[in-house]
C-alpha cells in the first residue's frame, strides 16, 4: 500500500500541495483557487485551510484579489525568550534585511486603568505607535506600543525613527530600562491586523504582550507584537528543578 494512501485527506492534501509549491518557482503564481480545488478535488474552504500551514511557514504568500505566490525559503528570526531584543537584532545576526512599513501613531489621553499602570494623572497624554516590520519586502510582523507621550515624543518618531521603540529608548540612554514581563499565544488575524500583513483574516500568527519597567519598577511601556510563525522562532533555556543555579 503506498504511504499516501493511509493519509488522513486533509493530511495528503497537505502532501499534495507541499509537493506542488515546492515544484514552482519562487516568485511564481499558484493556480486560482477555484482551479487549483477543482484539481485536487476539494472545497475552497479546506483548501483555503490548508494553504494556511504553508502561509504560516513562509512558502506562499496570498494577496486578495491578486493571487498566491510560491516565495523563496525565508531565514528565520530565532531569539531566546529569556532576552529582550528588538526584530532589527534578531535580523542583524543573521544578515536579513527588514525595514519599517506603514507607521500610524496616534495621541490620546490616559484613562482611569492606563494612568494606574503608568502611575500617570488621568487624563495624561499617550501615544499609540503601530506599524509594519517587513522582511525581504514582505509584512513579517506587526508590532503595537502604547507609552507615555512624555517617554517618547512625536518628534523622535518623526525623525529617523526605523521601527523599534526598545532600540530607540536604549539608545537616548536616559532611561534605566530593567526587565520585560512577556506572554505569547497563537491568535486568529484580525481584519485590521490582516491588512496590514497582506495575509487573510483568520490566518494564525503568534501574539506576544510584553510590559516594560524600569529600574524603579515602572511601567514604560505596553507592547502587542503579531508574528508571521514561518519567520520566528522563539525558545527558552530552563533549568533543570534540583540543580545549582
Known amino acids: 500500500m503506498a504511504m499516501n494512501e493511509t493519509l488522513h485527506p486533509f493530511q495528503r492534501l497537505q502532501q499534495e500541495l507541499a509537493i506542488l ?9 499558484l493556480l486560482s483557487e477555484p482551479e487549483l480545488a477543482n484539481k485536487l478535488g476539494v472545497s475552497r474552504a479546506t483548501l483555503r485551510e490548508a494553504m494556511r500551514t504553508f502561509e504560516g511557514q513562509g512558502l ?9 505566490f510560491v516565495v523563496g525559503h525565508s531565514q528565520v528570526l530565532d531569539s531566546g525568550l529569556e532576552v529582550l531584543e528588538s526584530i532589527e537584532s534578531m535580523a542583524g545576526r543573521i544578515g536579513l ?3 519599517m512599513g506603514t507607521l500610524r501613531i ?26 509594519v516590520i517587513l522582511a525581504e519586502s514582505r509584512p513579517v510582523a506587526f508590532l503595537v506600543d502604547e507609552l507615555p507621550a512624555e517617554v517618547l515624543t ?5 525623525n529617523g525613527f526605523t521601527g ?5 529608548l536604549l539608545s537616548r540612554g536616559d532611561l534605566q530600562l ?23 483574516r483568520g490566518d494564525v500568527l503568534l501574539m506576544m504582550s510584553s510590559k516594560l519597567y524600569d529600574a524603579g519598577e515602572r511601567v514604560i511601556d505596553i507592547s502587542t507584537s503579531y508574528f508571521l510563525p ?16
Open 230 to 245: 514561518g519567520y520566528f522562532r522563539f525558545h527558552v533555556v530552563r533549568r533543570v528543578e534540583g540543580t545549582k543555579s
Open 106 to 131: 496616534q495621541q490620546f489621553a490616559a484613562e482611569k486603568a492606563h494612568a494606574k499602570l503608568f502611575q500617570l494623572p488621568v487624563s495624561a497624554e499617550m501615544v499609540t505607535v503601530s506599524r
Open 21 to 29: 509549491i515546492a515544484e514552482t518557482p519562487a516568485g511564481e503564481r
Open 154 to 158: 512625536n518628534e523622535e518618531l518623526q
Open 60 to 68: 506562499i504568500r496570498r494577496r486578495q484579489g491578486v493571487g498566491t
Open 97 to 99: 534585511d527588514v525595514s
Open 164 to 168: 523599534s521603540v526598545l532600540d530607540l
Open 178 to 200: 530593567a526587565a520585560s514581563v512577556a506572554a505569547i499565544q497563537a491568535v486568529a488575524a484580525s481584519s485590521e491586523i490582516a491588512r496590514a500583513m497582506q495575509i487573510q
